[in-house]
């Protein structure tokens, strides 16, 4: 049987081979790809198939929402790990709603990605369990999993005007033009009442965002 074929998406060479190195103790697993750039991923699945890509969600210059949706309408099948070291009831739950097959926080045990990636290669999902207990209470609705109510591009703003950067730097980051990003920004501000980069780092910091 061919091994399943996997792609691992992050921005730390370390990171990327130690996941490696973690699934070499699976035969039926072959990583075809380590790489921190979008492009390259879907350069690259528009001329494989992919079984599985395992992606940290705060890349920088890459949306690791909107990568995901690329990703699944070239290939709609291929399975989706999130990765994350940022707050996991926010990123799990974004990432249920997005469409992903599983989450892991990096600051578990490295051992929790190898056992997601044999759960999602034998076709289940891999969630933190008090995010699935959340969101199969009869009175969740979607958009609740988390309290926040910013979009994911808007979080992804949020965190690089957190991290200093200025409008045409984001821009040119999420290919996007200055309009678009101070539009963002003024949504942003106004949806969090917030009236400074101050109290938005603040706002950040407290939801685990940076």
Known sequence: MKPASVIIMDEHPIVRMSIEVLLQKNKAISVVLKTDDGREVIDYMRAHPVDLVILDIELPGVDGFTLLK?????????KILFLSSKSERFYAGRAIQAGANGFV???KEQEDIYNAVEMLLSGYSFFPSDTLHFISQPNARKGTVDDMP????????????????????????????NKTISAHKTNIFSKLHVTSIVELIDYARAKELL
């Open 105 to 107: 926080s990096k600051r």
């Open 70 to 78: 690329r990703i699944k309408s070239i290939q709609e099948s291929t």
């Open 150 to 177: 910013l979009s994911n591009r808007e979080v992804t703003v949020l965190r690089y005007l957190a991290n200093g950067l200025s409008n045409k730097e984001i821009a040119e980051q999420l290919l996007l033009s």
